[in-house]
């Protein structure tokens, strides 16, 4: 294969969707897809909302969706809802597969990290060095100091039942469960009468994963439910991003080549969810002409920058959540948040609160203590931009 006009470092979601992209619309570029594991995507479930995306953006990862479901639900000890809406699931073995059928297999490269990444070029862990006129870093997060954090952490594991389990809609959040550890609920996603993933999540102030004692909850919960024989067919574990301040520029310190995914700061501040980003910006990407290493940095820099002066408002609801109430009452704000109309919580989710969303989230007596409430509105922790 020729030298490429396009290296892509990192073959998780962001970097498998811009080259996804690039070889739909722009089959004039020579590209290459570098992941350092055995396969493309690790071992993920991604999910979204239709009110997520664009009719066309939901074009675009159509043939990566495994699963999709009119509605869902959400139980609180206060306040239980089913709401309209389809919601829908990727898996990181389809994006893999998807990846494999439609690039060469002379754009794809497998089974070697990426050590350096350069405007012209990138270094191999086994001494390999490759050029390119335009080189785009899709790792995975880098460094995040300069951003004040929470996480959302989680283990899922996908069970296959000997009987049907009963459960026919996505259960968003079931805060049902004990609090620990932060605000805790239990996210069930039935991908068929008899396969289920069944994850535990935390919003927390620290990213340690207990995978033991967290796999015990998980067992524990499904006991609880009464659901029948089963077997582990796959286990996944995640640690998200909750962006309470800071300055998404402090990611780019230092950058001459474009930086997508978690690693430029593409993320829901609220929710750590980085595909509708990720769909957006490969489609953004396909369409540029100046398909340079400095060109699309500065592109993917300001855009960056765009989202998270928009984003503000997710940041303080972030900090009431974190700063405003106890770890075991923390669920209250989320039980209060549900109170609000489907359309409203759909543009939260796809990060498209109007201000008139904004002044009614913000309504009403808070679900915390007043004057925590008012303190963690106006926080500038350790001095840093909200």
């Known amino acids: 294969m020729a030298e490429p006009s396009v290296i892509i470092a990192g073959g998780g979601l962001a970097g498998c969707l811009v080259a996804l992209a690039l070889y739909r619309h722009r089959p004039d570029l020579d590209l290459m897809l570098i992941e350092g594991s055995d396969r493309f995507g690790g071992d993920h479930v991604w999910s979204f909302f239709d009110s997520d995306l664009t009719p066309a953006e939901r074009a675009f990862v159509d043939d990566l969706v495994v699963a999709s479901w009119p509605g869902n639900r959400v139980a609180f000890p206060a306040r239980q809802r089913s709401l309209a809406g389809s919601y829908n699931s990727l898996r990181s073995e389809r994006l893999d597969a998807v990846i494999r059928e439609t690039l060469p297999p002379a754009s794809l490269r497998l089974g070697v990290p990426v050590t350096r990444v350069g405007p012209t070029g990138v270094n191999l862990a086994d001494g390999t060095i490759l050029e390119a006129s335009c080189v785009i870093d899709a790792r995975g997060a880098g460094d995040m100091a300069g951003l004040d954090l929470g996480w959302q952490k ?229 001095g840093r931009a909200v």
Request: hydrophobic fraction near 45%.
């Open 154 to 382: 989680f283990v899922g594991r996908t069970y296959c039942f000997a009987r049907p389990h009963g459960v026919t809609l996505p259960i968003i959040m079931d805060a049902t469960v004990d609090q620990r550890d932060g605000y805790r609920f239990v996210y069930c996603l039935p991908f068929s009468a008899t396969e289920m993933l069944v994850e535990d999540t935390y919003y927390a102030d620290g990213p340690a994963l207990d995978d033991h004692a967290i796999g015990a909850r998980i067992a524990a919960y499904v006991a609880d439910q009464g659901w029948p024989a089963h077997k582990t067919l796959a286990e996944e574990r995640g640690v998200l991003p909750v962006a309470m301040g800071g300055d998404v520029a402090t990611l780019w310190e230092g950058a001459d080549v474009a930086r997508l995914g978690l690693r430029g700061g593409f993320f829901h501040p609220t929710t750590g969810y980085s595909l509708p980003d990720a769909v957006r910006n490969a489609l953004l990407l396909a369409e540029q002409t100046d398909m340079t290493s400095a060109g699309l940095c500065r592109l993917f820099r300001r855009e960056a920058e765009r989202l998270w002066r928009d984003r503000a408002f997710y940041r303080l609801l972030n900090r009431m959540l974190f700063r405003a109430a106890e770890p075991d009452r923390r669920y209250r704000v989320l039980e209060h948040f549900y109170r609000l109309d489907e359309a409203l919580i759909g543009r939260f989710y796809a990060g498209r609160s109007t201000l008139l969303d904004k002044a009614r989230i913000l309504s009403g007596r808070p679900p915390v203590a007043l004057w925590r409430a008012a303190a963690a509105m106006t926080d500038m922790k350790k």
